[in-house]
């Protein structure tokens, strides 16, 4: 039953039927911005299917880099390389440009992530790092830390970087509809498993979903931006 709820769920991940499509309808608008001005060689840290390739442009050479047990045993996918964010086995200012989409919370010890990072890049080189802010712990236990604008600007700070760009990304609106919907689908969710009667109402969860995500979004294109909660961050980061 919960396979086959899955799969249904996974094909509705550009609609808004989906309880995440705040943070899944932009996507490949994202990876577009995040790769299309890329040039050299570009790392991706924490490839996972290695999506941004894509999207980089025909002269960039492109290295997929992951932890080995998150490849084997979560993703089933092969890097071009195995390797620790941590400990990167590449040598100093060997590197053009670097990504780093949605990991370093699920990095234990991000700073000396960033300080390898920092170390690899050559001086002027580009991290390309996106990060969730106001979103429900997931691939636990592996999910460690959330940061604000403020604290990713320090870290660059900390690291010799400089903000070359900031991105916030979600209306307040839109934060607070994708995490309501998260966390209706996740008590349903629980109510299968636990065979509880009101699990019936899975039946209704699609159009509720569906209500929640579309008056969201009429009422972010009704007010001004405002980025006081936004569901994700994008920044660039520049070596100094």
Known sequence: MMVRLKKLVDGLRQTPFHPQWFALKDERPNLEASCAQLHGTVLDVGCAEGKPKAFLPSGASYIGLDYYATATDWYKTRPDVFGDAQALPFADNSIDHALLLDVIEHIPEPDTSLAELHRILR??????????????????????????????????????????????????????????????????????????????????????????????????????????????????????
């Not at 580009?126 to 830390?145: A, N």
């Not at 994708?178 to 299968?192: C, D, H, P, R």
């Not at 972010?220 to 980061?237: C, E, F, G, K, N």
């Open 123 to 240: 001086p002027g080189g580009s991290l390309t790092l996106q990060v969730p802010f106001l979103y429900p712990l997931h691939d636990e236990p592996l999910d460690f830390h959330r940061w604000t604008r403020h604290g990713l600007r320090r870290a660059a700070a900390r690291h010799g970087f400089s903000v070359n760009d900031e991105i916030a990304i979600g209306h307040p609106i839109e934060t607070a509809a994708l995490n309501g919907n998260i966390a209706l689908s996740k008590m349903i969710i629980n109510w299968l498993k636990g065979r509880n009667p009101l699990a019936l109402s899975v039946l209704v969860l699609p159009f509720l979903v569906f209500t929640v995500n579309c008056s969201a979004w009429l009422l972010a294109r009704l007010s001004r931006q405002d980025d006081m909660m936004p569901h994700t961050y994008r920044v660039i980061w520049i070596k100094n």
